[in-house]
């Protein structure tokens, strides 16, 4: 997932990612500077709010799985890094934020421990944990057969998908192998979208870019008629200035773990299977309690699937 999201223009994706987080910091800010105060309001004019998207369920929550031994666990070191927008990063003022920062403390919140954030470089993460000197690693780390050599996960709190946009009077309403039949389809090249692409969409007409942006370049002036790439790329792309508000996603996702999405998971130590499932068993009451959904929809301006 991580390496998705950074093997293609990290400083290009990074900027896209913060753009959408201030597009959104924005739209609330203006939402506040124009509500009248409780004694000017007209209450018969109000304005309906529009319904918050659907957030998908990427855990399945066993209810039969035994409770673990909370006791066993009171004070937790997490280490994340501040250079992974909008999982982990760290604002203006030096306050550590981000989508997994929020997972992590909402998990510490509802158990009741005392979690200490650890910031480390991405190449340290994992060996700062072998050594002992974090508990957990909440930073997007790939679950891998290399990884689970060294490391315990946790199940997947977030799985990354595959999704086609296109413009905006393009009347495709089904990404399917039928309706993209002979159409131009951009990718990136080299990336694990434009193989899983070329499998499983032999009759479109492929256009394979070497960056991001040239992608995405493409879509908005109209050289291919769609692009197929990672939701969060795209999304952040959609919801910035870049795109000048040319395209949209074509309704739902592609989920395939043997391309393109593997799943986030916080790490532990091999063989700390007590704290592991305490983490699972918090992951588990996130989703079920609507927390997690909540805290998604604070980072990212709009559905995956939708």
């Not at 509802?110 to 700062?128: G, Q, Y």
């Not at 495709?172 to 193989?195: C, F, T, Y």
């Not at 394979?208 to 002036?221: N, Q």
């Amino acid at each position: 997932m991580r390496d998705c999201l950074r093997r293609i223009e990290p400083v290009l994706l990074a900027g896209m990612l913060m753009a959408g987080l201030a597009t959104l910091s924005f739209a609330r800010a203006q939402t506040q500077a124009t509500t009248p105060a409780p004694s000017q309001a007209a209450p018969q004019q109000m304005v309906p709010q529009a319904p918050p998207y659907s957030v998908p369920l990427f855990r399945h929550v066993d209810p039969g799985r035994p409770l673990p031994d909370l006791k066993a666990v009171e004070s937790l070191r997490i280490a994340v890094d501040e250079d992974f927008p909008p999982f982990s990063y760290k604002e203006q003022t030096g306050a550590l934020n981000g989508f997994n920062v929020a997972i992590a403390n909402a998990i510490c919140e509802d158990l009741r421990l005392t979690c200490e954030f650890s910031v480390r470089r991405w190449d340290d993460l994992m060996p700062a944990l072998e050594r002992g000197e974090v508990d957990a690693v909440i930073a997007g780390v790939n679950v891998t057969e290399q990884a689970v050599e060294t490391a315990d996960f946790t199940g997947a709190y977030y799985r990354s998908l595959g999704r086609f946009a296109v413009r905006k009077q393009n009347p495709i309403v089904k990404a399917d192998m039928r309706s993209l039949a002979g159409k131009r389809v951009g990718v990136v090249r080299g990336s694990s979208h434009e193989a899983w692409i070329n499998q499983y969409f032999p009759r479109s007409n492929i256009r394979s870019f070497g960056t991001l942006k040239e992608g995405l370049e493409a879509l908005r002036a109209g050289v291919v008629d769609s692009f197929f790439g990672d939701v969060l790329q795209i999304m952040f792309w959609l919801t910035g200035s870049a795109s000048e508000d040319c395209c949209r996603f074509v309704a739902g996702g592609y989920n395939d773990p043997n391309y393109f999405s593997r799943g986030m998971a916080i790490a532990v130590k091999r063989g700390n299977t007590e704290l592991r499932d305490v983490l699972d068993y918090g992951l588990d009451r996130l989703q079920s309690s609507g927390r997690f959904a909540q805290i998604f929809r604070r980072y990212f301006p709009m559905s995956v699937v939708d």
